[in-house]
């Protein structure tokens, strides 16, 4: 499988789950609460979470790391 696959079978699976909640949720699958992608700087991990969340009109939040701990945790790199 190549990457351009794995990316499709992704996109389509985020799509139907987040399109049609209600269908997953009566087989007993819960929403996702987001979603967390790990990855070397660079490949696309940004692009491909913005691109997901304009197909299927889910909100985009990006954060770094020490954003995230310095808003939901309160404590900041001093």
Do not use: H, W
């Not at 987001?34 to 909100?59: H, I, N």
Request: positive net charge; aromatic residues 10%.
């Amino acid at each position: 499988m190549n990457l351009s696959c794995c990316l499709y079978m992704f996109m389509f699976a985020a799509q139907k789950f987040l399109r049609n909640p209600d269908r997953y949720i009566r087989l007993g699958a819960r929403p996702p609460r987001g979603v967390l992608l790990v990855g070397l700087s660079g490949t696309g991990k940004t692009l491909l979470a913005k691109a997901v969340a304009g197909e299927v009109e889910v909100p985009f939040i990006s954060c770094s790391a020490s954003e995230f701990v310095e808003l939901y945790v309160g404590m900041g790199a001093s």
